[in-house]
Structures are given as structure tokens and as C-alpha cells.
């Protein structure tokens, strides 16, 4: 291989996450005090932003080490919200990290770690690529679940978090040389044009299990995720925020390349796989979420079910239906950060997770309380508000497809459970809403809300807001997006 032929302008946004990382771990070395320190965070608040600049400047994109490495719209769409992801949990993180660690530089480089394996994971287009960068990205948000130590349920996230991924790392190491044996390739475009001549193939089927099982893991569908509560409860909540919202976002940016882009010829083969946990991440993580008491669990429940919703667009498989995929990923990172936040501004005041912990938050925050209860509505999918926008494109595009092709009728039934599981997820979400508003607050001292933070939080809102109210340019970027796949 030429280097010196390589167009390292297409690695432009990664390299300047790199660099941005290594800055901020010399920096944290030489830097001793406290305030010196705190200027980490805003290194690498400016790092994301370039980067983010510079996904603006990659045009058309293209391809690097023969394949290996995709730059197309898909990558730079995905790009684009990790990075926005990035810079929100930053910001949130400035004031909640300050004093609950010595090591905020490392933090900070990690966290830009992470970032920059999910965005070599949208691009990658090779398997052993892709779990090469899965593994990094497991590794970085491990160490960051357990980051504080002196807490146990922080380490028994952390563990958790290790002990499945191993297990998650195994089965898909498994599925990738399956599908090896049967193509000799691994590169995804690739497996595409060998694997057509196949009928159906048990070992290929068998394959997909264990691809879907593995890559399931990472978007905490079920059965793939009982990681994914206790994680989430025991993490900081700017680490449970980012693992809410950026590992979906790159999770499903593997299943559209391998399942879609690769394997999207011969859909019989995985198409009843995505149905199955579309149906029981939607089942069990809404049913799940109900007894919830604390906040932090019920999201994480709550992110599982957000997960089957999604999985009815790949399951669908339609252009209509995969744009609705990455519109409802974007609709939903907004506002599941909207509502991380707010519990980061809580949680960092009163040191308190339940449920009953918000009664009266309206009193005590009015703000705090208007933003989580939009947050929560978009969550449910109550109009006018992003996720009721991202629900709809998707329910629509299944009952779509159902109604112009009667062989699919079948598929009207997914949109039907989606809709029966969104008015009980009204449920648990209201009950949220019952204690901010109609319950009187034991402690009535006004909560702070740091200007970072608040930053943060008005752009997650205000993006929620946006999206649902006007999505004719969201949609067109989610449709430009997808066109790379086809």
C-alpha cells in the first residue's frame, strides 16, 4: 500500500479527536492544579467542535485501504451527532466531574476515546475492523462506568459492563468467522456479491444469530440486555447519558452497513431476527420500566424499548423506513440528553435517584421541570415534539410496505405493537411528570443549575423542540444519509 497516495483528509475529523485526546492526557501531566485542570474539559469541547468543522468539509467523501474504510453520507451523518453527542456531555460533565475525581483529564480523554471508536465504527466496512473498533469503544465506556471508584455500584457497573462484553465479543467473533467460511471475505461489499448465489443457508442463517446477538449488545436489545440497568443506574450520569445515546447511534450504524448494505439481497435470512427483537426489546423493556423506582433504571428500560422501535425500520427494510431509522435516532438523542440532564443537574445537587426524589421539581426548578417533562413527552411520543415525529415515519413506513405489497401484510402488525407499547410507556413516563407537578416537594431549596449544564440542556430542548415542529431539513439529511447503503 502507497501512503503517500492516501487522501488523509477523509480521516481529518478522527485525527483531530485523536490529537485533541493525546493534548488532554500530556496536559492533565504537567497540569497539578485544580483550575488548571478544568480547562480540559473546554479543550476538548473546542477539539469536538473542529472536528465537527471538519465533517463539513469532507463533501462526497470516499473510500480508504481498498474498502476497508467507508467516508460517505451515512459516516458523516453519524459522525455529525456523535460528535454533537460529545459536546453536550462535556458541557454536562464540567461541573459534575469537578471534585468527584483528581483524574479529570483522564475523563475527559477517554471520553473523547470513545468517541472517536464510534466514529471509526460508522465508517468501518470491514468486520474485523468493525469489532477491532467495537472492542476499543467497550473498553473506554468500561473504564468510564467504573470511573468512580469509591462508589461500589459505580464498579459494579463497570464489571457488568466488562463481563457481558466479553461474552458479546465471543459470540460475534463466532458469527464473523461463519461468514468468513462461507465467503472467504470479510470485507462487507464484498460478502455482498458472494453471498447472492446462496439460497437459503442454515450456517448463514446461524451466522446472522450470532452477527445480530453480537451487535445487539451494543444497542441493549433484548436478549442482549441486562447490561444495560444496572450499568446505567451505577455509572456517572454523563456516562450513562453518553451510552444511552451515542452507542445506539453507532450500533445501528453497524446493523444498517452489515445487515442492510451487505446482506440486504438476501433479507429472508435475517429479516425474522429483527422482527424477534423488535418485538421483545418493545415487550420487555416497556413492561420492565413500569415497577422502575429509580429514574436512572427506568431510562435504561426505557432505552430498550426505543431500541425495538428502531428495529422496525431495519425490519421493514425500506428506503422510506431506513430513513426513519437514523430521523428517530436523532429524535431521540435529543431528547433522552434533555432528560440526562436534568437528572445530572438533580442528582449533582440532592445525591438522589428515585423517582419520588422529583416531587415538586416545578417549584423547586421551574426550568429543570419544563425540560424534563418535554423531554419525557418526546420519549412517549406525544406531538408536536421530535419524538412523535420519529414514531410516526417509522410506524408509517412499516404500514406502507404492509399495504403495497400484500406478501408483507404481516408487517402491520409491528406498527401495532409499537403503538400499544408507546401509550404504556405514557405510563411510567407521566409518573415522572405526576411528581414534578401534583406532588408538593419535601425540600423546597431552589436548585442551581450551572451555565454549562444549562447550555447543554437548552440545546437538547430546544433540538426536541425543532425536530418535532420542523422536520422537513432533518428528514432531508436522514434521507441523504441513507442513500450511501443502496
Not at 477517554?110 to 468486520?127: Q, R, T, Y
Not at 429524535?331 to 438533580?346: D, E, R, S
Amino acid at each position: 500500500m502507497n501512503w503517500a497516495f492516501i487522501d488523509w483528509t477523509l480521516l481529518a475529523p478522527e485525527i483531530i479527536v485523536l490529537i485533541t485526546a493525546l493534548l488532554i492526557f500530556g496536559l492533565d501531566l504537567i497540569w497539578g492544579d485544580e483550575s488548571e485542570r478544568e480547562t480540559l474539559g473546554w479543550l476538548g469541547i473546542l477539539g469536538l467542535i473542529f472536528a465537527f468543522y471538519a465533517t463539513l468539509a469532507l463533501g462526497q467523501g470516499g473510500e480508504l485501504f481498498n474498502h476497508i474504510y467507508v467516508v460517505d453520507s451515512l459516516s458523516i451523518f453519524s459522525k455529525q451527532i456523535l460528535l454533537g453527542i460529545g459536546v453536550l456531555i462535556i458541557l454536562a460533565s464540567l461541573d459534575y466531574i469537578k471534585g468527584a475525581t483528581k483524574y479529570e483529564g483522564e475523563y475527559y480523554g477517554l471520553l473523547l476515546l470513545a468517541i472517536l471508536a464510534m466514529m471509526l465504527i460508522s465508517s468501518a466496512a470491514e468486520l474485523i475492523t468493525i469489532f477491532i473498533c467495537l472492542e476499543f469503544a467497550t473498553l473506554t465506556c468500561i473504564i468510564l462506568s467504573a470511573y468512580f471508584k469509591h462508589e461500589p455500584k459505580s464498579t459494579e457497573a463497570g464489571l457488568k459492563y466488562l463481563l457481558v462484553g466479553l461474552l458479546s465479543a465471543v459470540v460475534l467473533l463466532y458469527g464473523i468467522s461463519l461468514v468468513y467460511g462461507l465467503t472467504g471475505t470479510t470485507t462487507l461489499y464484498q460478502i455482498g456479491g458472494s453471498i447472492r448465489k446462496y439460497a437459503f443457508q442454515p450456517v448463514l442463517f446461524i451466522s446472522c444469530i450470532f452477527l445480530a446477538a453480537g451487535f445487539g449488545f451494543k444497542i441493549a436489545a433484548v436478549p442482549f440486555h441486562t447490561w444495560a440497568p444496572d450499568t446505567y443506574e451505577g455509572a456517572p450520569t454523563p456516562i450513562t447519558a453518553f451510552l444511552a445515546t451515542a452507542s445506539k447511534v453507532a450500533g445501528f450504524v453497524i446493523l444498517l452497513r452489515f445487515f442492510v448494505g451487505g446482506l440486504g439481497d438476501i433479507e429472508g435470512h435475517w429479516i425474522g431476527i429483527m422482527v424477534t427483537l423488535a418485538v421483545l426489546s418493545m415487550s420487555i423493556g416497556n413492561l420492565s420500566a413500569i415497577p422502575q423506582t429509580d429514574i436512572k433504571r427506568m431510562l435504561a428500560y426505557s432505552s430498550i424499548a426505543h431500541a425495538g422501535y428502531i428495529l422496525i425500520g431495519l425490519a421493514v427494510l425500506s428506503r422510506e423506513s431506513l430513513t426513519a431509522v437514523l430521523f428517530y435516532l436523532l429524535a431521540y438523542a435529543a431528547a433522552n440528553l434533555g432528560a440526562f440532564l436534568v437528572i445530572i443537574a438533580f442528582s449533582k445537587w440532592t445525591d438522589l435517584h428515585n423517582i419520588s426524589d422529583y416531587a415538586g421539581l416545578s417549584k423547586r426548578s421551574p426550568l429543570l421541570a419544563l425540560s424534563m417533562l418535554l423531554a419525557l413527552m418526546s420519549m412517549a411520543g406525544i406531538p408536536p415534539l421530535g419524538g412523535f415525529i420519529g414514531k410516526f415515519y417509522i410506524f408509517a413506513g412499516a404500514v406502507s410496505e404492509a399495504v403495497s405489497d400484500p406478501e408483507r401484510l404481516w408487517l402491520i402488525g409491528l406498527p401495532v405493537w409499537g403503538v400499544i407499547f408507546s401509550i404504556v410507556s405514557v405510563y411510567y413516563y407521566f409518573g415522572v411528570i405526576k411528581a414534578m407537578y401534583l406532588v408538593e416537594p419535601v425540600d423546597t431549596q431552589p436548585i442551581p443549575i450551572p451555565v454549562p449544564l444549562g447550555l447543554a440542556l437548552l440545546i437538547a430542548i430546544l433540538l426536541t423542540l425543532l425536530i418535532g415542529i420542523y422536520p422537513g431539513p432533518f428528514l432531508a439529511l436522514s434521507e441523504s444519509a441513507i442513500q450511501s447503503i443502496f
